[in-house]
């Protein structure tokens, strides 16, 4: 009986001995390592210069930084992860940084430098503006054919580098025969460059750059010679009669000129430049389009769950009224307090709760809840727009509380417990694409949320897919912030600042919070918000 004891003991020992007999089953936590944030010396890295997705930093030089040179402070990242190389000190950034962050799991990261460096290049009697081929290193003014001795040419404007660090061999004073092409040698830092510069004749001295047709306003752009007088005629299409553009704002031999029209109108547009003047061009403007349910008069329910959209009609506004659901909580709900000489009968209250042990904020916005992930909610902003509204018109009422819940503050922003709460209502139109803006980390892999209709996927667990007002497809943006309490039903009007006028939005996005940080978890539960009757402006 001994002997089979042992005979079983030392099988037992050899098989725990034996190679691959014994599996480790825990498996180790999926944990997203990601640059938060860096610091150093003549950049900025701000949370939009972070990518998640693509997992690239972007330092932003300043024109005066020495890309060779770049000396970072401080990089802070998710707690615990080792990088795979030191990432502070002085760096040559002409070429990326490549890091592995390391916990569980790798995750390889880019480190890479944008600089931006303004030039100029213009000639007395210049048409239209100076074209530039950075690759090349070519600079090419033109003047008109005929009335520029090309030997006696005065040149205004010189700059090809970085700003107060840049010498130019031989300086502009001596720059004025143009009869051929002109070597200039360009010195800062240790960068050594020569460059082209052209001056060359041309018979069109006048052209017709932008003529941007909005839905109650054409924007006009054209190029001419400096000097002369420069403007624009339109008309109706059909009309016969030329009328001349009013208020033409002149800047050396560009000009550029605000045209109001109609809605929904063909127009025939020109420029001239002293007695020259371009062919005409026909444009029509756009339709004064409103956002769908813009009185708040539409509701429904489904399993108990509240949306502010009609039963069986396709969703366009959404709440965190999904995620809430699983507390019982309702943070967005109609409301009959509507505001004074409303035509409708309901209006939305927002109101910002504790639900599950968690903060959320009362919201509506333009899009969908896409998912839960334990207490934190996955959303979509955005629908289908390709107006250019001037702004946006809304009446709103608030009651502020005090700060009585804090989970994250954004980076560079400071928040108390005790602190007056603030409300927000912004708008943004874009050209985003659910291919770039759509996904997150989920469970470690990259998942699009995102669609075709509402593009722009905001993962409360991650900031770095937060919505950013100057992120790079930003066409226009306006917000209204609420800094003490509106007791009164009250009309406010946000106007949208467009970064140019030239770029048709492909969407529109809207965004209503009782509590601005609540993205953040952060805010009162005292803090309450009434919307009603909001009215896109085509001024």
């Known amino acids: 009986m001994k002997t089979r004891h042992i005979a079983l003991l030392l099988g037992l020992c050899a098989l725990m001995l034996t190679p691959g007999c014994i599996r480790n089953d825990i498996p180790y936590p999926v944990v997203p390592l990601e640059i938060l944030g860096i610091e150093g010396e003549g950049f900025t890295c701000t949370v939009r210069d972070i990518d998640p997705v693509t997992h690239t930093a972007t330092l932003q030089l300043e024109e005066t930084t020495d890309i060779a040179r770049v000396t970072i402070t401080g990089v802070t990242l998710t707690e615990g992860a080792e990088p795979s190389r030191p990432l502070t000190g002085t760096f040559d950034l ?3 940084l490549y890091v592995t962050l390391s916990l569980y799991q790798d995750y390889d990261w880019t480190i890479r430098a944008e600089q931006t460096v303004e030039r100029s290049f213009r000639v007395a009697q210049q048409v239209g503006e100076t074209e530039f081929d950075l690759k090349n290193r070519i600079a090419r003014a033109r003047v008109p054919e005929g009335e520029v001795d090309l030997t006696d040419v005065h040149v205004t404007e010189l700059k090809l580098g970085p700003r107060d660090i840049t010498t130019i061999d031989p300086p502009k004073e001596e720059l004025t025969d143009f009869t051929s092409v002109r070597y200039v040698e360009v010195s800062y830092h240790d960068v050594r460059e020569r460059w082209s510069l052209y001056v060359t004749p041309t018979d069109v001295t006048v052209q017709l750059t932008g003529a941007d047709a909005w839905t109650s306003v054409i924007w006009l752009s054209g190029t001419g010679l400096s000097g002369t007088e420069m403007g624009f005629r339109y008309r109706k299409a059909g009309d016969e009669t030329w009328l001349e553009v009013p208020d033409v704002t002149v800047t050396g031999s560009t000009f550029t000129a605000r045209l109001a029209a109609e809605p929904e109108t063909e127009y025939q547009v020109l420029a001239y430049s002293g007695d020259k003047q371009t062919d005409p061009l026909t ?8 956002v769908t349910n813009s009185g708040f008069e539409d509701w429904c329910s489904v399993d108990d769950i509240i949306y502010p959209y009609a039963p069986g009609a396709s969703p366009y506004w959404g709440t965190g009224n999904v995620g809430a659901s699983l507390g019982s909580a309702v943070l967005t709900d109609k409301t009959t307090d509507t505001r004074p000489g409303s035509e409708g009968l309901y209006a939305a209250r927002l109101e910002s709760k504790t639900v599950i042990g968690k903060f959320a904020a009362g919201n509506l916005f333009i899009g969908k809840y896409a998912a839960t992930r334990g207490t934190n909610g996955i959303i979509t902003f955005g629908a289908p727009f390709t107006c250019r509204p001037t702004g946006l018109r809304i009446w709103v009422k608030y009651t502020q509380g005090s700060i009585n819940k804090i989970d994250k503050v954004p980076a560079g922003v400071t928040i108390r417990q005790g602190d007056p709460d603030t409300g927000i209502v912004y708008i943004a139109l874009g050209t985003w694409t659910a291919e770039e803006y759509g996904y997150t980390e ?6 699009r949320f995102g669609t075709d209709e509402s593009p722009i996927c905001i ?3 991650n900031v770095n897919t937060f919505f950013k007002p100057d992120g790079k497809d930003v066409v226009a943006y306006g917000e209204q912030l609420m800094t003490s309490t509106v007791g009164e039903w009250t009309q406010y009007t946000i106007p949208l600042d467009y ?7 492909t969407h529109i996005m809207i965004v209503c919070s009782a509590s601005r940080y609540g993205d953040y978890f952060t805010g009162s539960t005292d803090s309450r918000m009434w919307v009603d009757d909001f ?3 085509y001024e």
Do not use: H, I, N, Y
């Not at 444009?283 to 409103?290: G, K």
């Not at 970064?499 to 939005?505: E, F, G, K, M, W």
């Open 283 to 290: 444009v029509r403007t756009q339709e004064a389009r409103q």
């Open 94 to 96: 002409r070429s990326p």
């Open 535 to 537: 009215e896109l402006l």
């Open 442 to 447: 989920d469970k470690g892999v990259p998942t």
């Open 459 to 461: 993962d409360t667990r």
């Open 499 to 505: 970064r140019t006028t030239a770029v048709v939005p």
